[in-house]
């Protein structure tokens, strides 16, 4: 395993260097300045940055020496000497002495308002901690929270309901029988309750199971054992007590700070309901909004805003956006994820007692629903994201976005499939065809011990068959990235995901081998998924996703030279500053 203890004390000896002399900073200009081109734009600049690795991600000028920033927008990028000519004596320089400038990076899947609430309101966990952890947590949250309110928190790991412990209401009854207590799972795909909680909900023996989601029950019984499944989770998240507008917003601009500090500039928002989308505007209307935001606005969605909000939240959706939101997109549930045995498959499942030896998993929405929906939503041109886990579900998805294209032509709306982890290589072909992007999340590019779950319920060689990402691009299809930040991924740092991009092994050195070696990529191209991409799925390619005069300055400085070190340490990467807009937004000094 990597030494990280002394990697971390390294970086904060280079990053004094830096930002005390390393990357220093001057309001002298100096001599021997040339002309520059007029096309590059006129007056001086408000920042340069020179003697740098600038990594541009645009095959037209790949790499450069010095950049320069001008009302927010890039006005120059080239040589050391070029940059000379719009220097004044009010412009800031920085010496990046050799660092990489890059494009920053676009996380294309992410729950910020979730991740903000379980940091200030909730009784947050890690998923690696273990039932003894998580009791003793949990003791300590009710022993400070008043009688009768709710405790929500988690995220405890799915894999627990294979362990020898597994997650029942009797322990968390345990704990308190004063407090109605919600905890979520790592997949958010599944929820623990307690009695409490279940009786506030009215969830009995006689509850039946919603479409799309499990009551789990005893085993030969009907007594709920407080674990929820995909729509049983989601129909109580939507009746559990809502956060203020100023609490959404404080949410919100903590997650922001902290994927701000890893180097996204840009987001899209998976799952933004009415509150989000509200807070979103209050932030950028005030100063306060600190990346690229992309809203996806819920359809049909069982946690979130009501069927009628929904609609309304659609229908108003240009009061929502600003110059900095956008908010013509939808997010879909199709199905639920393969652990649980919710991800619809084209083969069965291995044999269980519960499920028999030809179970299939199960769709959401029917195929039906869903082509009327993409019909609909590709009209109204909204870009829809459908998560699609299973193999059938991909399908269903490619096959409903095959005849929006066919009932209302090329739209040119490059709608989604989420967790493009599983797919049939028939299927395959088909993105490129249909202009449809395939999401990356980075949790199964390598070797894990959710792989392991996997192979217990699909097995082992359909487990090792995850992230198809090589044969996709060489498909033609657009790749982008996701970290689904904080449902499956503890913080939403993308370094040790480029890297197992690459490499399609463990980057913290846990467990050993690779998966699907062969479907690793080069690093030139996963950047490319992390940043421009990105941009081109949120519909903003014109304006960031790449270090281009006039495009908008949003670009990150590293602390290393991910083309020069060994691959294994891409996931080291520090961001010493982040940049958006021109203004940075994050400093590691």
Not at 126 to 139: G, N
Not at 176 to 190: A, I, K, Q
Not at 359 to 380: A, R, W
């Given at each position: 395993m990597k030494n990280r203890a002394l990697k971390f004390i390294g970086f904060i000896f280079l990053s004094s260097l830096v930002y005390a002399g390393g990357c220093s900073e001057t309001n002298q200009a100096q001599p021997g300045s040339q002309g520059i081109d007029s096309a590059q734009g006129e007056g001086f600049a408000d920042v340069v940055y020179i003697n740098g690795f600038i990594y541009t991600v645009n095959p037209a000028q790949a790499t450069a020496e010095a950049l320069a920033v001008r009302d927010g927008l890039i006005a120059f990028v080239g040589d050391d000497q070029e940059i000379q000519a719009l220097v004044s004596d009010q412009t800031r320089i920085v010496d990046l002495e050799g660092r990489m400038l890059m494009p920053g990076i676009h996380d294309m899947h992410v729950h910020p308002?979730?991740?903000?609430?379980?940091?200030?309101?909730?009784?947050?966990?890690?998923?690696?901690?273990?039932?003894?952890?998580?009791?003793?947590?949990?003791?300590?949250?009710?022993?400070?929270?008043?009688?009768g309110e709710w405790i929500?928190?988690?995220?405890?790991?799915?894999?627990?309901?294979?362990?020898?412990?597994?997650?029942?209401?009797?322990?968390?009854?345990?704990?308190?029988?004063?407090?109605?207590?919600?905890?979520?799972?790592?997949?958010?795909?599944?929820?623990?309750?307690?009695?409490?909680?279940?009786?506030?909900?009215?969830?009995?023996?006689?509850?039946?199971?919603?479409?799309?989601?499990?009551?789990?029950?005893?085993?030969?019984?009907?007594?709920?054992?407080?674990?929820?499944?995909?729509?049983?989770?989601?129909?109580?998240?939507?009746?559990?007590p809502a956060y203020s507008d100023a609490q959404t917003e404080t949410a919100l601009a903590w997650a922001m700070g902290e994927m701000n500090k890893v180097g996204v500039t840009a987001i899209k928002d998976a799952m933004a309901d009415s509150y989000a989308l509200g807070a979103y505007r209050g932030l950028d209307q005030s100063g306060r909004l600190t990346m690229k935001v992309s809203a996806s606005i819920p359809w049909r969605m069982a946690w979130t805003d009501?069927?009628?909000?929904?609609?309304?939240?659609?229908?108003?959706?240009?009061?929502?956006?600003?110059?900095?939101?956008?908010?013509?997109?939808?997010?879909?549930?199709?199905?639920?994820?393969?652990?649980?045995?919710?991800?619809?498959?084209?083969?069965?499942?291995?044999?269980?007692?519960?499920?028999?030896?030809?179970?299939?998993?199960?769709?959401?929405?029917?195929?039906?629903?869903?082509?009327?929906?993409?019909?609909?939503?590709?009209?109204?041109?909204?870009?829809?994201?459908?998560h699609a886990t299973g193999d059938r579900a991909v399908r269903v998805a490619l096959d409903a976005i095959e005849a929006a294209r066919t009932t209302n032509g090329a739209s040119g709306l490059m709608h989604e499939i989420s967790h493009a982890e599983l797919i049939h290589p028939e299927d395959i072909p088909r993105f490129k065809q249909l202009n449809v992007t395939a999401e990356f999340s980075p949790i199964l590019w390598y070797p894990s011990p959710l792989v392991q779950v996997m192979a217990r319920v699909i097995g082992e060689e359909r487990a090792n068959q995850f992230w198809p990402i090589k044969s996709l691009q060489e498909a033609g299809a657009r790749l982008i990235y996701g970290s689904d930040w904080p449902s499956v991924v503890p913080d939403p740092n993308p370094w040790p995901g480029v890297e197992a991009m690459v490499t399609r092994r463990d980057p913290y050195g846990i467990a050993a081998g690779a998966l699907w070696p062969e479907q690793a990529i080069d690093l030139a191209a996963a950047l490319r998924i992390f940043t421009i991409n990105g941009?081109?799925?949120?519909?903003?390619?014109?304006?960031?996703?790449?270090?281009?005069?006039?495009?908008?300055?949003?670009?990150?400085?590293?602390?290393?030279?991910?083309?020069?070190?060994?691959?294994?340490?891409?996931?080291?990467?520090?961001?010493?500053s982040t940049v958006v807009s021109g203004r940075e937004v994050y400093n590691s000094n």
């Open positions: 308002k979730e991740a903000g609430e379980k940091h200030h309101f909730q009784c947050g966990f890690p998923f690696t901690f273990t039932i003894d952890e998580i009791v003793a947590k949990l003791t300590d949250c009710a022993a400070r929270v008043p009688r929500r928190g988690g995220q405890w790991a799915m894999e627990l309901m294979a362990s020898d412990t597994v997650p029942h209401k009797k322990i968390l009854d345990a704990i308190t029988r004063e407090h109605p207590v919600y905890l979520g799972d790592s997949t958010v795909h599944g929820a623990w309750l307690n009695s409490m909680a279940l009786d506030a909900l009215g969830i009995d023996q006689d509850t039946p199971d919603p479409p799309g989601g499990v009551i789990v029950r005893e085993p030969g019984g009907k007594e709920p054992t407080g674990i929820l499944i995909d729509n049983a989770a989601y129909d109580v998240l939507k009746k559990l009501v069927r009628e909000k929904e609609l309304e939240n659609v229908a108003l959706r240009a009061d929502y956006a600003t110059k900095n939101v956008g908010t013509d997109f939808i997010k879909i549930m199709l199905d639920g994820i393969p652990p649980t045995r919710t991800a619809a498959m084209l083969k069965p499942y291995l044999p269980n007692a519960k499920h028999g030896d030809n179970f299939l998993g199960k769709l959401i929405h029917s195929p039906e629903q869903l082509t009327e929906d993409m019909i609909y939503l590709d009209s109204q041109g909204l870009t829809v994201k459908i941009a081109v799925a949120a519909k903003r390619a014109d304006k960031t996703g790449s270090l281009e005069i006039g495009k908008s300055a949003d670009f990150i400085i590293l602390d290393q030279n991910i083309f020069q070190i060994p691959v294994e340490d891409i996931s080291e990467t520090q961001v010493l």
